[in-house]
């Protein structure tokens, strides 16, 4: 069979497989027959897996039956990057009549503007554009008089029942187990499509029920019999891979014909091929995830591991300009731990440039640190401009030569030069090194001195995770590093993150009139590539650079007293979840001896010393029965909790609150 007849077969099918969506395809055909009033910009939006791919592609086989170019970008490798959309683009703007198709516009959102009033003012005579997103379009382009004629949004919606029936009889799915698959999807094309794949698996005439994770189900019989052990392990690297290319999974299968298994990926009905490699759709990764994930939780972080490290070796080969996307991907791994309000949004990254200082810029570097942070900050970023301006960067709007926002990784060698107290922060924390753990012959430290933006200052942005991002490649790509440290003025909203990281706090030092955060993790007790595959798995956590010392508002090693009593609590809720039990404030206090090797067990042990003390009387064995069988054993519920301990639900809540009283005084002897 020809190339060109496997395209037409497989064009045909898919426009088979499309039904419904009248109103929408209405309005594309008047935009390209070139109708008069017709608009020259559609915007689709609407949920993943509802059907706007497969209306860019009915877009595509209606413009190529015309005769016009078709071009068309995938945004979710685009970097959210301007010049990368002129590059990918750039036909449009040279061919008259040309038909621009932008998908998964969501993940350079941040473009929209420059888009609408920039970039789309280039396009050839005569084009038109579609953009399919999740989010729905900036009003502007309504508020706007021109775009308001030109444009129009349309908002794709779940298929009805008789669109659903019928797009499952396209699917040759028997008409007796429509009824059942009609009503699990919902009218979403990419559920029903997943049920009419599995659809051959059941019994003749059974009627179809789903049962469990239903998505988790479909996808096994998706998938059905695999060829061999190393497809589906291949499958499995799918999941939870951003982007799968064939040097990740050659690295994570070994010796595998993972050539072989690579072709093969690519031909699954669920898995794109896209120009950075093969991208499941999100439901199926979902489900793949958590079936591994169920099924073989070993098997689950080893393949986590093996990914981290390679993704590591793609960071430490990366050019220049892709370095912060392989840490991107790298982070992906990670986009579902740690807590609810984790401030890193590892998919952000908007029309912003990273890059070195350049002289022109020190005026402007040195006017928004004084702004942000004050004359003593302004003053120690002057030192280290005339000291190490090569540890910069610099971070500008595309197009834009006006710097809006700056970092710098220092790097510090034993002996410090006589001028440290120009910064005292590093005065401060040379002090630290030198009691704590000094630098040996030959070693070197790194410390992320300085992370400022105007106006937003250190709270979660775009800005701010290039400034992570760009933190993460140094700590990859630098070789010998003995220690790290990073400083934020906004402590508080950066601890957890951190600390699921490793990174604890060791000193907090008064700049001016505010107080400067340092956290900070020894490489000599966990290198780089160890920390890696310690941090990819699910179940331990993190290990800590150094022993935490006391958070601002401490005196010595004593916490507040309200600080101690929320951390005892907080100890207590988080006892099954080790990330977020690592993170602990009681870590700061005399519960944990001074230089413990694993303050994290240090700490458990205390409290579980604690509630044994409780039982010096019949109210104290309460207490610790309590405690125990809600915090320690963990019933699901504090009702379940009550029923377990064979006593009325208030009863149960009056003997808890007493032992929590009781809990924190005995910790408090200790403290």
């Not at 200052?457 to 995770?465: A, I, N, V």
């Not at 240090?602 to 029965?625: F, M, N, S, Y």
Request: charge should be negative.
């Amino acid at each position: 069979m020809s190339a060109t007849g496997l395209a037409a077969r497989l064009a045909a099918a898919r426009a088979g497989a499309l039904v419904g969506r009248e109103p929408e395809r209405a309005v594309l055909d008047r935009m390209l027959s070139g109708a008069v009033n017709a608009p020259l910009v559609a915007y689709l939006h609407g949920p993943g897996g509802i059907g706007k791919s497969s209306l860019l592609r009915y877009a595509a086989a209606q413009a190529e039956r015309a005769g016009r170019r078709v071009v068309q970008v995938d945004a979710r490798f685009l970097d959210a990057d301007p010049r990368r959309i002129e590059e990918a683009a750039g036909l449009a703007c040279v061919e008259p009549g040309a038909v621009l198709l932008i998908d998964t516009f969501e993940h350079c959102q941040g473009l929209e503007p420059w888009l609408r009033d920039t970039f789309l003012l280039r396009l050839a005579e005569g084009a038109v554009v579609v953009l399919a997103s999740r989010v729905a379009p900036d009003a502007e382009w309504l508020l706007d008089p021109g775009w308001a004629q030109l444009f129009t949004h349309l908002v794709v919606r779940p298929l009805d029942a008789a669109e659903s029936d019928a797009l499952l009889a396209a699917r040759g799915v028997p008409e007796d187990q429509r009824g059942a698959f009609v009503a699990f999807a919902g009218g979403s094309p990419l559920a029903l499509s997943l049920a009419a794949s599995a659809s051959d698996a059941a019994a003749p005439g059974a009627p179809w029920e789903p049962t469990g994770d239903v998505l988790t189900t479909l996808v096994e019989r998706l998938v059905g019999d695999l060829p061999s052990p190393a497809h589906r392990r291949a499958l499995e690297v799918v999941a939870q891979a951003y982007v799968t290319r064939e040097p990740l999974l050659r690295a994570v299968l070994g010796d595998e014909d993972t050539a072989t298994v690579f072709s093969w990926l690519r031909q699954l009905p669920y898995i794109e091929a896209t120009p950075e490699g093969l991208h499941p759709h999100d439901a199926v990764r979902a489900t793949l995830e958590a079936d591994l994930r169920w099924r073989d939780p070993e098997r689950y972080d080893d393949v986590r591991v093996r990914i981290s490290v390679a993704c590591l070796q793609a960071v430490r080969a990366a050019s220049e300009d892709d370095v912060l996307m392989r840490v991107a991907e790298w982070m992906f791994l990670f986009r579902t731990q740690g807590s609810s309000d984790n401030p890193y949004e590892w998919r952000a990254h908007p029309q912003v440039e990273d890059t070195p200082l350049r002289p022109g810029d020190v005026p402007d570097v040195l006017r928004m640190a004084e702004e942000t942070e004050g004359r003593v900050s302004a003053a120690a970023v002057a030192h280290w401009v005339r000291r190490q301006p090569e540890a910069f960067r610099v971070y500008r709007y595309a197009g834009s030569a006006t710097p809006v926002a700056f970092m710098a990784i220092l790097r510090l060698e034993a002996p410090l030069p006589d001028d440290r107290a120009e910064d005292p922060v590093i005065a401060a924390l040379w002090d630290y090194v030198e009691a704590a753990a000094p630098l040996a012959k030959g070693e070197h430290l790194g410390i992320r001195r300085f992370a400022v933006q105007p106006g937003w200052h250190q709270r979660p942005s775009p800005l701010m995770d290039l400034v992570s991002r760009r933190t993460i490649a140094e700590e990859m790509r630098t070789r010998g590093r003995a220690v790290t440290f990073t400083v934020f003025e906004d402590g508080e909203r950066w601890r957890r993150y951190l600390a699921e990281a490793g990174l604890l706090e060791v000193v907090a030092v008064d700049v001016g009139e505010r107080k400067q955060h340092v956290f900070g993790r020894d490489w000599r007790r966990q290198p780089v590539e160890q920390w890696v595959e310690h941090r990819a798995r699910t179940t331990v956590a993190p290990v800590a650079g150094w022993t935490p010392v006391p958070a601002a508002g401490g005196s010595g090693d004593e916490l507040p007293r309200a600080v101690f009593e929320e951390g005892v609590l907080e100890a207590l809720r988080t006892w099954h979840a080790p990330r977020e039990f690592a993170t602990s404030v009681l870590l700061q206090s005399r519960l944990v001896p001074h230089g413990s090797a694993d303050p994290v067990a240090d700490l458990r042990g205390a409290i579980t010393a604690a509630l044994d003390a409780l039982q010096v009387d019949p109210a104290g064995v309460k207490a610790h029965e309590a405690l125990t069988a809600t915090y320690i054993s963990a019933s699901r519920t504090h009702k379940a909790t009550a029923r377990r301990l064979g006593v009325p639900y208030g009863t149960y809540r009056r003997r808890l609150a007493l032992a929590k009283e009781r809990l924190i005084e005995q910790l408090l002897q200790q403290h």
